[in-house]
């Protein structure tokens, strides 16, 4: 994905060597789809994982950018911790809060319903991988600096879009917290 921007360690790199070198990216994105559901189940907080993985890819991805080019190591540990950050959530987001949201109680039972959310996520995600390249093609024609912007922005929208439902999770956790103490003041 993001290896054949500039030379790596002072040496350019070949499209098959840049292409092979891109699949960490993915393998660092197998162990953040894990790592976030594991997090997210332990703390039933799948909002605010996601969120937390969506900013924390920021700062990665712009220390990609900065870094990436040291040497070999720097960038293959830097492209696997943005594909962590990155696809972490994208793998949360599409199994788990999509089965959350199917079988909220305000869908009444809907068997369907699941099937349709899952569906609207997934398309959604579809339309950003098509247009994530495309718009790609056009910003790299100006210097990588603009692809990496474009990738930290679309980040922060991200992490922006779910501010809601952090709010919201947070706001629940609170009041279950409320209701604990409550319960063992009387108690």
């Given at each position: 994905?993001?290896?054949?921007?500039?030379?790596?360690?002072?040496?350019?790199?070949?499209?098959?060597?840049?292409?092979?070198?891109?699949?960490?990216?993915?393998?660092?994105?197998?162990?953040?789809?894990?790592?976030?559901?594991?997090?997210?189940d332990r703390l039933d907080a799948r909002a605010i994982t996601a969120a937390s993985f969506t900013y924390c890819s920021i700062p990665a991805l712009f220390l990609y950018r900065i870094y990436g080019s040291v040497s070999m190591r720097v960038n293959i540990a830097l492209m696997m911790l943005a594909g962590m950050l990155v696809n972490g959530p994208y793998a949360l987001i599409t199994t788990a809060v999509s089965a959350d949201l199917g079988t909220h109680s305000s869908l009444k039972g809907n068997s369907r319903a699941l099937a349709t959310v899952t569906a609207i996520i997934d398309g959604t995600g579809s339309v950003g991988?098509?247009?994530?390249?495309?718009?790609?093609?056009?910003?790299?024609?100006?210097?990588?600096?603009?692809?990496?912007?474009?990738?930290?922005?679309?980040?922060?929208?991200?992490?922006?879009?779910?501010?809601?439902?952090?709010?919201?999770?947070?706001?629940?956790?609170?009041?279950?917290?409320?209701?604990?103490?409550?319960e063992n003041y009387i108690s």
């Open positions: 994905m993001l290896s054949n921007f500039s030379a790596i360690d002072g040496e350019y790199l070949s499209n098959k060597t840049a292409g092979n070198l891109s699949t960490l990216f993915d393998l660092g994105g197998v162990v953040g789809g894990v790592l976030a559901g594991h997090i997210s991988a098509a247009l994530g390249p495309l718009l790609t093609g056009f910003i790299s024609a100006q210097g990588w600096n603009g692809v990496f912007n474009m990738l930290m922005l679309a980040a922060f929208i991200a992490g922006l879009l779910l501010t809601r439902l952090v709010v919201a999770e947070i706001m629940d956790k609170v009041q279950r917290a409320r209701e604990h103490s409550q």
